[in-house]
């Protein structure tokens, strides 16, 4: 039977997926996230954004007033990470490449840093085709235990969505 337009067929498989956006309590870190491939123009964009609020807190000595940045994660916008290691003109981006004292794996890679929890977790997750990381990302030591847990509740809440899809589409 044809749809009129405008108006959606419901099929019995689909389900609500759960909601992926970030939680108004979403902790801030910040991670480098060094590139390991070898493509010199590897840009990747990622929805949500970090939303950055200057809140007044006070007056300092001179009475002039004092700001306090406020920092969250967001789900609207789009936030570009450039991981170029060489300009237009083929010069090397010197502030933009891991130092000769990391990680030998890392020295020469080009970084960029990440504020967006969901932003670190996609990119901690990332592959390529061989399985190798793409990404490697570099935690403070004390903010480790958030970003694992965020990456394991995220992995979590989609396995319960894949069962509940399945159980939905088995029906069908």
């Given at each position: 039977m044809p749809v009129a337009p405008g108006k959606a067929k419901f099929q019995s498989a689909e389900i609500e997926l759960g909601d992926n956006t970030l939680r108004p309590e979403a902790p801030m870190v910040r991670c480098r996230v060094v590139y390991m491939g070898n493509n010199r123009g590897r840009s990747v964009a990622l929805p949500g954004q970090v939303h950055v609020e200057r809140i007044q807190t006070g007056f300092d000595d001179k009475e002039q007033p004092t700001f306090e940045e406020r920092r969250r994660?967001?789900?609207?916008?789009?936030?570009?990470?450039?991981?170029?290691?060489?300009?237009?003109?083929?010069?090397?981006?010197?502030?933009?490449?891991?130092?000769?004292?990391?990680?030998?794996?890392?020295?020469?890679?080009?970084?960029?840093?990440?504020?967006?929890?969901?932003?670190?977790?996609?990119?901690?997750?990332?592959?390529?085709?061989?399985?190798?990381?793409?990404?490697?990302?570099?935690?403070?030591?004390?903010?480790?235990?958030?970003?694992?847990?965020?990456?394991?509740?995220?992995?979590?809440?989609?396995?319960?969505?894949?069962?509940?899809?399945?159980?939905?589409?088995?029906?069908?």
């Open positions: 994660p967001v789900g609207e916008g789009v936030q570009s990470y450039d991981f170029s290691s060489h300009d237009s003109l083929g010069r090397l981006i010197v502030d933009r490449i891991m130092a000769p004292e990391a990680n030998p794996e890392l020295v020469g890679k080009p970084f960029a840093w990440c504020e967006h929890i969901d932003h670190i977790r996609w990119f901690h997750l990332q592959r390529t085709d061989d399985g190798a990381k793409e990404f490697r990302v570099l935690a403070n030591r004390a903010d480790q235990p958030i970003i694992q847990d965020h990456v394991r509740r995220f992995i979590s809440s989609k396995q319960q969505e894949d069962t509940n899809f399945e159980a939905i589409a088995s029906r069908g």
